[in-house]
Every structure is written in C-alpha cells, then in structure tokens.
C-alpha cells in the first residue's frame, strides 16, 4: 500500500520561507512524476509543481521564480522549498505520485498560512 506523508508546513509572514517534503512509502517503484497541489478555502485544487523521474519540472505561473522543487528517486521523496511567501500562497497543499497503471496517490495535506 502506498502511502505519502508531508511535512513541513506551517505559519510564516510575507517574504518569508517554507519547504515541504514528502516521502513515499509501501513501494520501490519509480513514480513517474511527483510533486504538489493546493487548495485555498471556497477555491479549486490546482497544480503547484511538479517534476518527473527524468527530473523535468512544471510549475504554476503564480509561483515561478519563487518555488523550486525537487525529489530523490532512491528515497521516492519529494521537496518543494517556497520563497517570497505571499498572503495569496495561503493553502492546504497536498503531495501527489503517480505510478504507471495505477490510480494517483495523494498525501492527507498540510496546511500552509502565509500572514502577518
């Protein structure tokens, strides 16, 4: 049984920094892509980053240049390190993997504030 289990969130001010790891468990296959959603009260789940096992990466235009994510294949984990933190960033964000033929995983979410 795969299973993700996030880390990492919290309360930061405005400008400040956060970063979010995720570690998969129960397999030792390679997802094919990993990375990480949102999702602010009253508003739809969207993609924040993403990266494959190639290491090619994807990110929301809201968050170029500010988040960098990452994994490690050997250690099927996940990591987004956040910067310049807006009020806007404000989220429950949840870690996602996917595997060939199988439905996709998701974390149980950790919540992001981002206020003064």
């Known amino acids: 049984q795969v299973q993700l289990v996030e880390s990492g969130g919290g309360l930061v001010q405005p400008g400040g920094s956060l970063r979010l790891s995720c570690a998969a468990s129960g397999t030792t296959r390679i997802f094919n892509s990993m990375g990480w959603y949102r999702q602010a009260p009253g508003q739809r789940r969207e993609l924040v980053a993403s990266i494959t096992s190639g290491r090619r990466t994807n990110y929301a235009d809201s968050v170029k240049g500010r988040f960098t994510i990452s994994r490690d294949n050997a250690k099927n984990t996940v990591i987004v390190l956040m910067n310049s933190l807006k009020p806007e960033d404000t989220a429950v964000y949840y870690c996602?993997?996917?595997?060939?033929?199988?439905?996709?995983?998701w974390g149980q979410g950790t919540q992001v504030t981002v206020s003064s």
């Open positions: 996602y993997a996917d595997l060939p033929y199988s439905p996709t995983y």
